[in-house]
């Protein structure tokens, strides 16, 4: 099991931009994939990105491409999840999440340990 705790939420415009971090414990984080959740008021958690325990390949949702990056450094046990161009329906907690498997998925089923998430508020 590894821990992780997420930092860099806040308050920020639309059109602005934040940088997630999700510090993660323990030796085995490298072989790890790593992906990012959301879940705003009312609504279900949904996954945002994705990244292979490598860094070589990435997996966005539709509604974050070309706004958002994914991307990790295995000798600081981080990933990181770069926010631009922020609209207000990206308001909600994001949360960091582990695979136990290189592979990536999209489901949140797939992952096996959870951050307690940072909170996005994004105001138009």
């Known amino acids: 099991q590894v821990q992780l705790v997420e930092s860099g939420g806040g308050l920020v415009q639309a059109g602005g931009s934040l940088r997630l971090s999700c510090a993660a414990s323990g030796r085995t984080f490298s072989m790890y994939a790593m992906g990012w959740f959301r879940q705003a008021p009312g609504k279900e958690r949904e996954f945002v990105a994705a990244i292979f325990w490598s860094g070589s390949s990435t997996y966005y949702a539709d509604s974050v491409k070309g706004r958002f990056t994914i991307s990790r450094d295995n000798a600081k046990n981080t990933v990181y999840l770069q926010m631009n161009s922020l609209k207000p329906e990206d308001s909600a907690v994001y949360y960091c999440?582990?695979?136990?498997?290189?592979?990536?998925?999209?489901?949140?089923?797939?992952?096996?340990?959870w951050g307690q998430g940072t909170q996005v508020t994004v105001s138009s």
């Open positions: 999440a582990a695979r136990h498997s290189g592979l990536l998925v999209r489901d949140q089923n797939g992952f096996d340990d």
